[in-house]
């Protein structure tokens, strides 16, 4: 803790007390009376990590809202490439995913090609896929459980597909579902899309959607790891990087890099003792 305090001072940021939590034993709690958070989180990275990390402003409370990404993030897969894998085609269509999560690619010319590129492929293939491929991510189903519990509203939201997202909510306890909508013709992928494209900017504007009935004081949470995130993460009172692509990570001010997705509560101050198994 002495090297941290020392590189602290360096950045000009002072630390008013660091102290671990007493109800887990994981998590230090860090007050620092200047405001540079870049300076502090940089610190941290040099000292800690990799690291579970939330810089706010104040004392963290349960969140009225709790809005997330899907694939990477509630489920350890990507939905699209495990699909293309019974067209053969996912080295191909998981090397857009990757570029499209990292920010280097036009997210819904990414997805319209991927999507194309399934074109034929059989319905029955999205059961088989969910079946054999798809799987919750370690605390994915306490996070949401413990969350419900204290009364926050659940949103999953994704870039992919309801045909993946809808049984993924009702496994994890998602209250409601935002997402894309495969087109489907005689039992076959047709490589098509239905409707408008849940992108970026429906995210955000889904978080700010949700969060509105609770009034301005309300408080949201976001979890997410490519850059189709980042103004939802950008956009809530704790946005968390899950296990983040570097642009994701950098536009949160939180992350996730060492544990699992119950980490999230700790950061939340949520004692263990409190937590729903799902």
Known sequence: MAAAQAAAA???????????????????EIASPDDDALALREVLDSCFAPSDGLVCPDEPVVPSVFISDMDSTMIGQECIDELADFAGLKPQIAAITERAMQGELDFEAALRERVGLLEGLAETAIDDCLADRIRPMDGARTLVATLRAHGCRTVLVTGGFHHFADPVAGMLGFEHVVGNRLEVADGKLTGGLVGPITDSAVKKATLLAELEPFGDQATSLATGDGANDIPMLEAATYGIAFKAKPKARAAANGWIDRGDLTAVLRLLGIRERDWVEG
Not at 10 to 26: H, N
């Open 10 to 28: 360096e950045r000009g940021v002072r630390f008013a007390s660091a102290a671990m939590l007493d109800f887990c034993g994981q998590t230090m």
